[in-house]
Each structure stands twice: as C-alpha cells, then as structure tokens.
C-alpha cells in the first residue's frame, strides 16, 4: 500500500473511517490535528468546540512521542531544531495558554528530560531563573534549550522573551549550563532564538 499517493480524505479513513473522513475534509489537516484553533465565532454566535477524534488524537500523540524517543537516543536537540519544531507544535503550539517548557541535555547534547517548568495565562507566564537554576542541577544538566508558546499564533519574540532568555542565560552560566536555543511555538510555526541571532 502506497500511502503517499493516497489523498487526504483515505488516509483519514483509515483512521477514523470513511464517513467521518468525509466531514473532516473541508478542514485543514491543521486543525484536524489541533496545531491550530477552529475560527472564532461570530459576535452572537455560539461557539462550537472542535473534538478531535480520539484515533486521529492517539495518532498525534504517537507522532509526539516518536520525536522525544529519537531525542532521547540522538543528539536530536542540538543537530536537528526541526525535529524540536515538529515537537513543540505539536504538543503546546495549539494551547489557549502559555506554558514554559525545558528541554534539558547532557554533556553530549543529548535529551535527558523535556518538561513543562511553568504555566500561565493567555499572554504570560511567570519564569523564575532561580528555580530554573535548581531545577538544572537537580537534574545534571550541562546544557538547555528553552520554549514557550504564544497562545496569539504568532512566533515572534517580544522585548520581554529576549529579556527573560538574557537572564536565564546569565543565571546558568554561574553554574556551568549552556542556553542553546530558545523556541517559541504558536500553532504549526516555531521561532528559533539561535538561528535569529537572539543569543
């Protein structure tokens, strides 16, 4: 079975099948996946909540999973932003709400633990370098890369995100950890600190 020359409706079908693969083809993949948000409603009209169905959720998730796994065995991290990228969106690009993530890696670059540090609201989060700190030696870290998601949908650092990284990056040193990049995520599209020149 050549599932590349196969549309986007039969390989839904395969998932959830063919009659609901047939109500979500008028919807991007996009939002079928959750890497973004269904459109607003009208002033008046109400909203009407998009649920995935629960094989294409456990198809992302899967997905999500696949890229941590090869992180924690390669040096995925540090060789391959992309493999990040394709990670961030798809696990906190769609969420209504910031959250503050640590990808923490040892002396060879390679993923020792993702995880959530911090959780906000819809336009911030509160990071504490200190406990940021004490989290990297508890975890042994020799190296970090950071991310944050921008619940707006669009990628781009604020004064305040440059600011926060500085400091982050100041902290760190004191104890011997590298801030390799820092990564915004909104919807499907991620910003990359390091290849803007931010660090």
Known sequence: MNLESMDNTDLLAMLVGRKLARSLAGRSLAEIFGYCRPRQPALGEQPVPYVAHPAVGAAKELFTRCILERMAVEDLCFSSPEAVQGFLCSRIGH????????????????????????????????????????????????????????????????????????????????????????????????????ARGLL
């Open 95 to 194: 969420l209504e709400h910031e959250v503050f993530w640590s990808f923490w890696l040892d002396a060879q670059n390679r993923l020792i633990v993702a995880e959530q540090l911090f959780q906000g609201t819809l336009t911030q989060t509160s990071v504490y370098p200190r406990e940021v700190v004490k989290k990297a030696l508890a975890r042994n870290a020799a190296a970090v890369i950071f991310a944050h998601n921008h619940p707006s949908g669009m990628p781009e650092p604020s004064r305040a995100d440059e600011s926060l990284t500085t400091a982050l990056k100041s902290a760190l040193a004191l104890v011997d950890v590298r801030v390799l990049d820092h990564f915004i995520a909104a919807g499907n599209q991620a910003m990359s600190f390091a």
